[in-house]
């Protein structure tokens, strides 16, 4: 890894439709696991996987409607951006992309094996659907995933 950048991932960078998301996730789960990037995560049995070979994303995981997704992906920030910084410009950068986005809900948030991350929950317009989002990024060591 180059001086002066830090590896930061985001770790569930993934679309989640809540109102589809809560009756699918209820039942039997199956796990994927990433050994090159070093993180595992579960998802409902039934959904399809898919590894990209690439970065972004590395693993696109979604139900067999095709939502809710979860895409897994990587970038690479200059070394003295922050987290919070990192959030923001993405914050940015759907605002100028997605019709109508507006964030309902943000901040910390503590997760297992004490790693703590940012959590992102928004809206935006597709036509004449109304959709919900939520991206979280997990901050582990000098990664952020």
Same mark, same amino acid.
């Given at each position: ?9 985001? %770790?569930?960078? *993934?679309? &989640?439709?809540?109102?589809?998301? @809560?009756?699918?996730?209820? @039942?039997? !789960? ?15 049995? *039934? /959904?399809?996987?898919?590894?990209? *070979? @690439?970065?972004?994303? %590395?693993?696109? %995981? ?22 919070? !910084? ?14 109508? &986005? ?5 901040? !910390? ?14 809206? /935006?317009?597709? *036509? !004449? ?7 979280? &990024?997990?901050?582990? @060591?000098?990664?952020?995933?």
């Amino acid at each position: 890894m180059q001086r002066g950048w830090r590896l930061l991932g985001l %770790i569930l960078v *993934g679309l &989640f439709l809540f109102s589809l998301l @809560g009756s699918a996730c209820k @039942g039997a !789960e199956v796990s994927y696991s990433n050994s090159t990037y070093g993180f595992s995560l579960s998802f409902p049995k *039934g /959904w399809v996987e898919e590894e990209t *070979g @690439g970065h972004f994303p %590395i693993v696109s %995981i979604r139900a067999p409607s095709d939502l809710p997704l979860v895409n897994v992906s990587l970038n690479y920030l200059p070394q003295d951006q922050t987290l919070a !910084e990192f959030v923001s410009s993405f914050k940015e950068s759907l605002d100028q992309s997605l019709a109508q &986005f507006q964030v309902i809900s943000e901040g !910390e948030v503590a997760l297992k094996k004490k790693a703590r991350g940012q959590e992102l929950v928004f809206t /935006w317009a597709s *036509g !004449e659907r109304k959709l919900k989002g939520k991206s979280l &990024f997990v901050l582990r @060591g000098a990664q952020v995933f």
